[in-house]
């Protein structure tokens, strides 16, 4: 992309834990409305805390740290009232909170921007279009203000892909602090969409695939899909024979029905390592561009045949 460059600096590290364990409940499930100890100092401490769709949370001091302890993520993209207003697509806004096994909430990680031209937003499919997603790690105060993007903790890039069946496959290469942390890719696929991580030696790492045939994957777009989930099945081996997790496309609420708006729950494999998560995060971003983005007709329908 003209313009950008992937090279970031490094910055103070900041952090934050995990949801709930893929062992207590079924993969990718997850629920807001966390039941809190009933003890009136946990009480006290909740009432303090900031509060996010519904959600209490924590600001950390080290992001990296935290993903190590979490064992579920969440990720909200911030509704946008103006696209609809305007009929004109906005860079995305998302806020990724995670949550450990052992935490009584949630934490907030991180912040992300889109950064992308106008005319490929409004003109291309949003599985064509290219763009940097800034990542940035909240230490404080309003997470609604305006931030400093300048000097993000993260950058994923994505490049134009002109994408036809197996022709310009995409790809979405993450990058922290300057260095190269590892690549998403989506290959090539005749029904069931795939995509794979790969760490930053080109070692392949997890499989990742979901049933082409469910609601909230075949209607995403329509009344139908928005109110089901999509799951996409996170695999170790080729032959995909065991879920070690799981990224959901939740169903819609009222506020994201009325907007362009998703939110994921990721289910982190128990052996995953900090950068295993990272990238998961980065590739339930990626699936949103491939297949939630909404977009005008006939680009919707003929986009689930070739990518």
């Known amino acids: 992309m003209k313009g950008y460059s992937p090279l970031i600096t ?8 995990a949801i709930s364990s893929t062992n207590s409940q079924s993969p990718g499930a997850y629920s807001p409305n966390t039941t809190i100890d009933s003890n009136p100092q946990m009480m006290q401490m909740n009432q303090m805390q900031p509060n996010f769709m519904g959600i209490n949370y924590q600001l950390v001091t080290d992001p990296m740290a935290d993903l190590a302890s979490s064992t579920e993520a969440i990720i909200h993209q ?3 009232f103006a696209e609809q207003l305007f009929g004109c697509q906005f860079p995305n806004r998302y806020y990724v909170l995670i949550r450990s096994q052992q935490s009584l909430g949630y934490k907030m990680l991180f912040k992300c921007k889109e950064q992308s031209e106008c005319c490929q937003r409004n003109c291309c499919p949003a599985s064509w279009r290219e763009f940097l997603m800034d990542l940035i790690h909240i230490k404080g105060g309003d997470i609604f203000a305006a931030e400093d993007f300048s000097n993000p903790y993260v950058r994923a890039v994505k490049p134009f892909k002109c994408t036809c069946f197996c022709l310009e496959r995409p790809e979405m290469n993450v990058f922290k602090g300057g260095n190269l942390e590892g690549i998403v890719r989506q290959p090539w696929s005749c029904c069931d969409p ?15 695939c979901a049933d082409c045939c469910q609601c909230g994957y075949c209607c995403a777009n329509n009344f139908c899909g928005k109110f089901s989930d999509a799951i ?13 997790g799981t990224i959901v496309k939740k169903s819609a609420s009222l506020e994201e029905a009325l907007t362009n708006a998703d939110s994921y729950a990721i289910a982190f494999p128990s052996e995953a390592d900090p950068n295993d998560k990272l ?20 680009e919707n329908h003929n986009n689930r045949h070739y990518v």
């Open 232 to 244: 996409f099945n996170i695999y170790k081996e080729p032959n995909m024979g065991v879920v070690v």
């Open 78 to 80: 911030k509704p946008q």
């Open 194 to 208: 795939i995509f794979t991580i790969h760490d930053k030696s080109g070692v392949l790492k997890y499989y990742i």
């Open 10 to 17: 490094n910055q103070a590290q900041g952090g934050y834990p």
């Open 279 to 298: 990238l998961l995060i980065l590739t339930a971003l990626m699936i949103d561009y491939q297949f939630f983005e909404n977009r005008k007709p006939p």
